[in-house]
């Protein structure tokens, strides 16, 4: 059983463009959501968390929103650019993390 | 950053082999490690959950006499792919836990290509 749904599968964006990544779970236990952007070939790096406490979060071009009652967050990328291009898996824990299945966002010049 | 050192980055060898990937946390004490394999374009399946000088926790399907995992150290954490057939060919990233609260981020490893001939 899938924990966590990530949508959508592939993105193509504008260099500019707002890129938006959806996750959504059903286990209300859970407590931190991050998200991870990976590179082929390399591991998956940390790029930005959020607990349920609160709505956003925002790091330069990265905001996470989350809302508790839908069980969701998405990750929007602001004024994307082709280094972005990356594979990003959301993330959700009650100690053992449940990652979602990817999305693999490519940013055009 | 938090910094976490995975080698070796590939390995190539013949089935049958037995092959040992180290993990350490380079800048920090990590208690708890994990190992994950990745299949082509997919997501991280968590194999094992590694704690410093306890036995390895293992997931459904995962079998842990072919995957054997040490935690001997709080930097250092090994999974050993024993007789590897082609079938154990995959991408394998361990990550380190920083702190004992379980819900602190995972610092991945930058994976092991590994290849079964």
């Known amino acids: 059983q899938q924990q966590v749904k990530q949508s959508p599968q592939s993105l193509i964006v504008q260099k500019g463009g707002i890129s938006i990544i959806n996750c959504a779970y059903e286990?209300?236990?859970?407590?931190?959501f991050p998200w991870y952007q990976q590179f082929p070939g390399k591991g998956p790096a940390l790029l930005i968390a959020?607990?349920?406490?609160?709505s956003e979060k925002k790091e330069g071009r990265f905001t996470i929103s989350f809302n508790k009652s839908a069980k969701q967050f998405s990750l929007h990328i602001m004024d994307s650019q082709p280094g972005d291009s990356a594979t990003y898996f959301c993330?959700?824990?009650?100690?053992?993390?449940?990652f979602g299945t990817g999305t693999s966002l490519t940013v055009i010049p | 950053g938090a910094v976490v050192s995975q080698h070796p980055s590939r390995v190539i060898c013949k089935s049958g082999t037995s092959v040992k990937i180290e993990c350490r946390s380079l800048?920090?004490?990590?208690?708890?490690m994990f190992w994950y394999r990745q299949f082509p374009k997919k997501s991280l399946m968590l194999m094992a959950t590694?704690?410093?000088?306890?036995?390895?926790?293992?997931e459904q399907g995962v079998e842990k006499d072919k995957f054997l995992i040490n935690h001997a150290s709080l930097t250092l954490s090994t999974l050993t792919v024993t007789s590897a057939h082609p079938e154990d060919s995959s991408f394998y990233i361990c990550?380190?836990?920083?702190?004992?609260?379980?819900?602190?981020?995972?610092?991945f490893g930058d994976g092991t290509r590994l290849s079964i001939l």
């Open positions: 993330a959700a824990s009650r100690g053992q993390f449940y």
């Open positions: 590694s704690n410093e000088g306890s036995k390895a926790t293992y």
């Open positions: 990550s380190a836990r920083e702190g004992a609260d379980s819900n602190q981020p995972q610092h």
């Open positions: 959020i607990r349920p406490d609160v």
């Open positions: 286990n209300t236990a859970f407590d931190y």
């Open positions: 800048d920090f004490q990590a208690t708890t």
